[in-house]
């Protein structure tokens, strides 16, 4: 059976005017990627406006969300401007908040115009795929958890190059910084809104790892917790996600069990298309 592709797996049932319904593939390890959650939002708002582009949105995750069950996507219509239009939404499984979402679109509209320049690093050509280095890690994980093996074995739609990819499971301190080179795997197709949602959808990653890598640790260090407390995204041009994308972020603070991060995320040709900012949870429980 063929994986389906992103755009397939983000998409919604209308249930009513402002109510949506979206699903999550089977071979999500427990609980949701945000990325999906963010995205499937974000799209939810785009089908009750016309003729305007998001230029932000600002999220909070609420509650774990559970793969096995449908979310329900609540819009509201917040208010239609003569430039902007703003939407909020909410997300619900089980009876209960998992995840709201605020969004800002507006008409095309000319302006002044400036960016800081993309940072200085190898292409995405001198890079190998984060999912080759997955599979030769896999090839030496004999004693890795059952869990950690799902992770490392499922189909990842973005793919992802880095200088330093991850060789898993074997962390040290780092600075907080980190680049990587990301695009959609499968085609998206000409509606521009969906090269935005998608890239929201890729905007949740590795954003903790950068956070992490001063201390560390990673995902299976014994004891270490984390997950996505809250997430800002701002679009300041078209993008093109069927092409590669540099993703450079920095981790400039910690503390309170808390991790900030910063994301700039630039087309190959140096143009800054989005930036994001997010804080997550990060607490390491010492055995007892």
């Known amino acids: 059976?063929?994986?389906?592709?992103?755009?397939?797996?983000?998409?919604?049932?209308?249930?009513?005017?402002?109510?949506?319904?979206?699903?999550?593939?089977?071979?999500?390890?427990?609980?949701?990627?945000?990325?999906?959650?963010?995205?499937?939002?974000?799209?939810?708002?785009?089908?009750?406006?016309?003729?305007?582009?998001?230029h932000s949105l600002h999220c909070y995750f609420?509650?774990?969300?559970?793969?096995?069950?449908?979310?329900?996507?609540?819009?509201?219509?917040?208010?239609?401007?003569?430039?902007?239009?703003?939407r909020r939404v909410i997300a619900v499984q089980h009876g209960q908040q998992i995840f709201n979402l605020a969004?800002?679109?507006?008409?095309?509209?000319?302006?002044?115009?400036?960016q800081l320049p993309m940072p200085a690093g190898p292409g995405w050509r001198d890079l190998p795929d984060e999912a080759e280095m997955r599979r030769a890690a896999l090839e030496d994980a004999d004693n890795l958890p059952e869990q950690a093996k799902k992770w490392m074995e499922r189909h990842r739609p973005i793919e992802l190059r880095s200088e330093d990819a991850r060789s898993y499971f074997k962390s040290g301190p780092k600075e907080p910084e980190s680049q990587s080179w990301i695009r959609c795997r499968d085609p998206i197709g000409a509606d521009l809104h969906m090269h935005q949602v998608i890239l929201a959808y890729a905007s949740d990653m590795n954003l903790l790892s950068t956070a992490m890598r001063p201390h560390g640790v990673h995902w299976q260090t014994p004891g270490f917790q984390s997950a996505s407390l809250d997430h800002a995204m701002w679009f300041h041009r078209p993008?093109?996600?069927?092409?590669?994308?540099?993703?450079?972020?920095?981790?400039?603070?910690?503390?309170?069990?808390?991790?900030?991060?910063?994301?700039?995320?630039?087309?190959?040709?140096g143009t800054l298309v989005a930036s994001v900012a997010q804080e997550g949870l990060m607490r390491l429980r010492k055995p007892k």
């Open 62 to 86: 609420i509650r774990p969300g559970d793969p096995t069950v449908p979310i329900v996507f609540e819009v509201d219509r917040s208010r239609d401007g003569g430039s902007f239009t703003t």
């Open 239 to 269: 993008v093109n996600f069927e092409n590669w994308h540099l993703y450079a972020q920095d981790s400039p603070s910690a503390s309170g069990g808390r991790g900030f991060i910063r994301g700039s995320i630039y087309a190959e040709d």
């Open 103 to 114: 969004a800002s679109f507006q008409v095309a509209e000319e302006g002044f115009e400036h």
């Open 1 to 54: 059976m063929d994986t389906e592709t992103l755009v397939e797996t983000l998409q919604l049932e209308r249930l009513e005017v402002n109510l949506f319904r979206g699903t999550t593939p089977d071979d999500q390890p427990g609980r949701i990627f945000g990325g999906q959650v963010i995205a499937q939002s974000l799209l939810a708002a785009y089908e009750t406006v016309e003729a305007r582009v998001c």
